[in-house]
């Protein structure tokens, strides 16, 4: 039976989303398109009456400028906005910046959408000398996490994404929820595929097939074990959510010549 409804968002479209490369802890901000889908999925979890006690992004920018925007369409910006590295995207390691559909061109589809979407694959660290490097482990905001920096991921599997997701899930959301305060997530693909895959119970294979789309709210609802009862809906235009759905995964495919 269903207990409890929590809403799970991808940010809006970041600048780096725009530019098909993979931005994963690099702190791109919001395009002017993801600005106008954040402030449009406040309106519409507005006019469908939803209200929120608490919002969680991760540390990077962008989800915390979505849950901002959406917080202000819904004149909700008194609710506090909690944040933590747990909730951060997946770290892509040394694949960060890089060009999905050159990818797809050096190395062929099928191994992009394995890096993409599979469960188990790690990719190749970053290190040292990646131009992101620095940028990343420099960032005061990784200054004060629950674990020290070095101890921060250089790479990260679907699985690795949700075994550092949990304890955050467990000990932080999870008991809010079940306090019956109503919980927006405001997160990133890869943080809120490693999220679903856990509470809807999804399988290894099947993981791969679930691609979220930006801006669109996720409604789950669960049960006393904080489970899922039913399957998630996107929220929204449905013909739109599907188009939007279907960009995000052709990213990984080489781009036609103009
Ligand atoms: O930063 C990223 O995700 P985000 O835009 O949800 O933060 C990743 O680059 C997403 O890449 P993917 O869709 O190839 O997994």
Redesign the pocket.
């Known amino acids: 039976m269903s207990k409890y409804k929590v809403i799970l968002l991808?940010?809006g479209?970041?600048e780096?989303?725009k530019e098909n490369?993979?931005?994963?802890?690099?702190d791109?901000k919001l395009s002017t398109d993801g600005v106008k889908e954040a402030q449009a999925c406040g309106r519409l979890l507005r006019e469908q009456g939803y209200t929120f006690d608490v919002v969680f992004t991760?540390l990077?920018s962008?989800?915390v400028h979505t849950a901002w925007l959406v917080l202000e369409a819904m004149r909700q910006e008194w609710v506090p906005v909690v944040k933590s590295w747990r909730l951060n995207?997946?770290h892509?390691g040394a694949l960060?910046g890089l060009n999905?559909a050159e990818m797809a061109l050096n190395h062929g589809e099928q191994q992009?959408k394995v890096?993409?979407?599979s469960y188990n694959v790690t990719p190749p660290p970053i290190d040292q000398s990646h131009p992101y490097y620095q940028e990343i482990y420099n960032d005061r905001r990784y200054s004060n996490c629950d674990v020290s920096k070095d101890e921060l991921p250089r790479a990260e599997s679907l699985k690795q994404v949700l075994d550092r997701l949990l304890p955050y899930w467990d000990g932080t959301v999870g008991p809010e929820i079940r306090s019956g305060r109503s919980v927006l997530i405001s997160?990133?693909?890869?943080?809120?595929?490693a999220l679903l895959k856990h509470l809807e119970g999804i399988s290894d294979s099947d993981i791969v097939n679930v691609?979220?789309p930006?801006g669109t709210p996720v409604l789950l609802e669960l049960d006393e074990s904080l489970r899922a009862v039913k399957p998630r809906q996107l929220l929204g235009d449905q013909v739109k959510i599907q188009a939007a759905i279907k960009m995000?995964e052709d990213?990984?495919k080489v781009k036609p010549a103009a």
């Open positions: 991808r940010h479209e970041g780096w989303n490369r993979f931005c994963s802890w690099v791109q991760s990077l962008r989800s995207e997946r892509y960060i999905r992009v890096w993409r979407r997160a990133h693909g890869n943080s809120c595929r691609t979220l930006t995000v990213q990984g």
